[in-house]
């Protein structure tokens, strides 16, 4: 089993200066089912271009770069423009693919800019160990025969903030940030994970772009939650197309396959009430 990780940011309703809400994490999918989805992506980025290894993510202008690279710039604006048609035929490509989903979700303590910049990468180790537990407990549940760590390389290299707390979380199973606190599933070594970290580039990873879109579904779930985008907006819809992905599903998604981190409980109440509602909508 491989868990591709990655991240997301968003604003609350808070006014904070900067995006003060962190999102982490992807899928969990063995090889097997993994090649299927690979195979099944690649199949949907054909019928929408020559360029059939091209890189898809949520926000798709962050890949604006790697079609001009190729001379593609026409084939970027038409993709562009039929944006919200493939990110529906990947995700529906995937629907009978066995996956868990498993994310979290972190807000920052503070509203200030200059807070939030310092605290940034402390912040995204926790979110890491946040869902790494997670993926550490679904390991319990389903007994895999290893279980590798991808994520997509960390901003500005950065990549000593996940080393440290994957180091610390496989051979003592506690948190590399605050010692005193354990893993629920114990240590990792013992549910055979490995014992290094894969980093690599998203536009190199169909199933790191997958977990992007996905990601990028819930980041507007998230906003949805907190009345800032309407039910009918794309990512919410394909949100609900994947509810029964999501670890924890049917009864127990938020705490499971979504992880809510907050200082004060109505962010997570709000997160939970919007999923019982596309749960039973």
């Known amino acids: 089993m491989r868990w591709y990780g990655d991240n997301s940011e968003l604003n609350g309703i808070w006014n904070a200066k900067m995006p003060d809400i962190l999102l982490f994490g992807g899928i969990a999918i063995s090889d097997a089912e993994g090649r299927k989805l690979t195979d099944r992506i690649r199949e949907v980025k054909r019928r929408y271009s020559e360029f059939g290894a091209f890189p898809i993510k949520w926000n798709f202008m962050d890949v604006e770069r790697w079609f001009k690279n190729r001379s593609g710039e026409k084939t970027f604006s038409q993709l562009k423009a039929q944006s919200k048609q493939w990110r529906r035929s990947i995700i529906d490509c995937a629907l009978d693919i066995e996956f868990t989903v498993i994310i979290a979700c972190v807000k920052h303590h503070s509203v200030q800019r200059h807070v939030i910049k310092k605290t940034r990468s402390s912040v995204a180790q926790f979110?890491?160990?946040?869902a790494l537990m997670r993926v550490g407990l679904l390991a319990t549940e389903v007994r895999p025969d290893g279980i590798c760590v991808v994520l997509d390389w960390?901003?500005?290299?950065?990549?000593?903030?996940?080393?440290?707390?994957?180091?610390?979380?496989?051979?003592?199973?506690?948190?590399?940030?605050?010692?005193?606190n354990?893993?629920?599933?114990?240590?990792?070594?013992?549910?055979?994970?490995?014992?290094?970290?894969?980093?690599?580039?998203?536009?190199?990873?169909p199933l790191l772009q997958f977990s992007d879109l996905i990601l990028g579904a819930v980041r507007e779930f998230i906003d949805y939650a907190l009345h800032k985008k309407?039910?009918?907006?794309?990512?919410?819809?394909?949100?609900?197309?994947l509810v029964p992905k999501f670890r924890g599903y049917p009864s127990r998604i938020i705490g499971r396959g979504i992880s809510v981190a907050a200082s004060d409980s109505d962010f997570r109440n709000s997160v939970f009430k919007a999923m019982l509602r596309l749960r039973t909508s």
């Open 154 to 180: 960390p901003d500005a290299g950065k990549y000593q903030v996940f080393t440290d707390e994957y180091r610390s979380a496989l051979w003592k199973g506690t948190c590399h940030y605050s010692p005193g």
């Open 182 to 205: 354990s893993y629920f599933c114990g240590a990792l070594h013992k549910l055979r994970f490995e014992e290094h970290i894969m980093f690599t580039k998203m536009e190199d990873c």
């Open 127 to 130: 979110a890491f160990a946040d």
């Open 230 to 241: 309407p039910r009918d907006c794309l990512g919410v819809e394909i949100t609900q197309k």
